[in-house]
């Protein structure tokens, strides 16, 4: 592979992600994205970190304009935290916003373009009510998908309209506002531009068009047709830009017709970005708003149990492993944020028991039964089914069972679900061969056996490990639980040894970032010897030595390593199967995707849904996290592995413009399964290495549906898919699952010709009854006639009734008084507002400015409730800002201040929300002055304190 051709996609990248830059100092949609993501999250941070008394470090940020995941981190902790679940949340909104332009590159609302204004802000108040009712409802990667897909064409409307133009450096307060309308816009019949013939097109905007401040977009088509003497958006896709009048006024790179205002844009669109983030937050509350980004404790603990007659010493070692771990992680970085418990025996499953409070997940595991037993096999694939769809990606579940799967037929969906979601399963197994208990059935030790290799299976794919012990082992056996209970974990070196022969020796290596070196081996092996990189060794004879602590577990081995920086060995002697994984903690940690080129106006770079095609040349996208904090670390190759240990292919790593952003070329994409490898040095030439988690497959299948993100209700609704091959034709079987048992019916088998495609279709209705913000996951897979090939596709839908409401709440002054000297000291002001909503109701109402007392009262006045909203604050704080929340989430914002006080701060303290909680919650829990109800828009008052901060 040439090096030309890795830069050819890192430029093919650049120009793609959005904003269509297609030079390397162009700013794309990832890009506005993400800058505008990390700014709010540092200002919330600060904010966070004032209100509860700790140090936000804002002088160990290098780029204040521009800081990075791990600096944040760092800055709010004070210590070394690991931001990888914030940089996955991030990369869901940003490939979200990419989506747009592969999947909808000739929508004009999608982007604004052709004076679309009506139905391009509908859109865009469609997706935020999608985003925050999904928030609410707990299904964080739902809404991130939402948001990327609404912040697409917010940004646009500053490249192809002429806000720019008509002089404005600050977002539209209408584009999120109330009403149908953006602002005073061209009529439908008004001429907007004159003729402009070159490549750069000045002046080309009619003067009476930028006097008048009227708003106009680029009309855009593959066609030659649009009204005389409109605009056009330009570039060599559009067709409109021959006809009267020609030209072009977009902005999305330095190559564009008005290219000269590309940076004003960004800029613009990144405040913008940033107000629609405030908006979701204020929604929402700082809580939710926190785990949506996996800001603070993105951690969670899932556990799946066999509530079997048999199961009750598992159950109580389950509840004391969760207990051990709330209390002992309750207040720090890696306290889970979510709680996931789901019980399993025969024929029943479920239900799932999701929740954020912990003491609401002891008491749910605390009220777990071992009952009953029937037949030996257990419903544990559905299980881990509901586990996988409800846990956040990247999840650690632990299943406990002394039981096979009965529901074995779900081998390939919840496959499709561990790629999908990129989660480790890891089985403690309990006498599962060996059982006398239920033991009068014919063909136990067969069966047991099987499911005992499908859960090797499912463990390997997944990253996660089969323990298999003994009950009275099992208390020392969950302390893997314990070790994987961080956001810092990191994979050094996994492998599985099928080798018969006596001994095999591996290498890993231990980087200055890493601490909390642990390696397990599972299987059954004769001995061990373990040597660091000056020589000394470790044998399995010795428990506690120069190297470490080792437990000897029956067939689990646990080592826990003092560890050097520098090249570890192990040397282990078996004649059978076994297991090794060596983790450690860092910060240093990477995300991975797939991305193909996909063609039209808006070409680019787009992530590849399901298993990468076999044999096809394929791009991958690394993001590498801690490095500005590691600096002497640099990433050199990204390789494949074999589940052995031993290389398939290498690559370079090539970096992009973007700190920690590297992409890779791989020729002939491989057809076996294996482990991504991303290798690299310090300036000592000491190496450092990572690997995945999930094994990764090919397929010469590829599955596609592309469909709404929301349905309504009891409505009837057909999705199609699309099916292709690069190999031999024949009949391919389909399997379509849902977790709600909404889908009716769905093609079952799909014939292709060789090389051919063909399309399928499913059919699926909610009860009229479902609960809106209600999230339903879709899989469909595909499979070879001959068992040999299998593909996916995940779909995460959303069911939500018709929004009608966007009108935020509406706040009026009744009055002020003050009676403030120069002394501000022990002297108080006050202030009375009423509130009202025409809609669905007032749910909240919180401060963010001011740190005095909010009250409030409901009235009935004129014929509708009212709210009175009383505020007394210290002449010292001379400023509050009270935001009042409807049950449709439109968010009102009401800036009051008194007159400046000599001798007080220039700047009012940027917090709270009243005189009690910091915090506000979603349901207004603690606050003064909450409203009962549910939540979720966004009001012109808000937009425009949105654009005096910005």
Known sequence: ?????????????RMALGFLPNAEDSISHTKITERAILRKTMAVLRELAASTGRNFDIGSISDVGNPTSGELFRAYYGREVSPIKFEQAMQTVKDANVGVDHYHPLSAKHHFDSESFVEAKRYLLLKSSAAKENIMQGNYETARSRLGEMLHTLQDFYSHSNWIELGYTVPNPDLIGAGEGIGNTAAPDQATCIDCNTDTCKNNILNNILGSKLITTGYFSLLPSKPAGKCSHGGSWDMTRIRNAMGGINKDHYGSEHWYLHKEAADVAVSATVGVLEDIRNAVGDKAFLKFLNIESPAALCFVIDTTGSMAGEIENAKQRAFSIIDRKRGTPDEPSTYVLVPFNDPDFGPVYKTSDANIFKASISLLTAIGGGDIPEMCLSGIQLALINSPPSSEIYVFTDAPAKDDYLRNNILALIESTKSSVTFLLTNIVFRKKRSGQQGQRARSMGSSILYQELAATSGGQTIETTKASLQQMTAVISDSSTAALVTLFQAKNTFLKTESTFYFHVDESVTNVTAYISGNIISYTVSNPSGVSQNSSLQDGPLGYMENLGRFYILRLRGDVGRWQISISSYQNYDLKVTGQSIVSFLYSFVEPFEGPHPGLGPIEGRPQTGQNVTMMLRVTGLTIYKTLVVKNVSFVDPDGSLIVSSPAMPALSTGLYYAYIERFPGQQFALVVTGQDNSSNEFRRQSNTRITSSRISVEAVTNSTFEPGKLCTIPFTVTTTSIGGTYSVRVRDDKGFVLSATSSIYLENYGTSQGNLTFQSPDGTESGTGVTITIEVESSDLSDMNYAVLRLTIAKEVVDFDPPVCSLVFINENCSTNCAGETWELCAEVRDGGVGVHRIFTRLGNGTLNTTMVWEGGA??????????????????????????????????????????????????????????????????????VLLYSSSLALLALYMF
Do not use: H, W
């Not at 592979?1 to 996609?9: A, G, H, K, N, P």
């Not at 010292?876 to 701060?905: F, L, Q």
């Not at 910091?918 to 002055?929: E, I, K, L, R, V």
């Open 1 to 13: 592979m040439s090096v030309f051709r890795v830069l050819l996609i890192i430029a093919t990248a």
């Open 865 to 934: 409730n009212t709210t009175l909203v009383n505020y007394t604050a210290s002449c010292c704080s001379t400023e509050v800002n009270i935001i009042v929340v409807d049950k449709a989430g439109n968010v009102g914002n009401c800036p009051y201040s008194v007159r400046k006080i000599p001798g007080t701060s220039a700047a009012p303290e940027p917090l709270t929300t009243g005189s009690t909680t910091p915090y506000p919650d979603a349901f207004g829990n603690g606050q003064p002055g909450a409203v009962a109800g549910s």
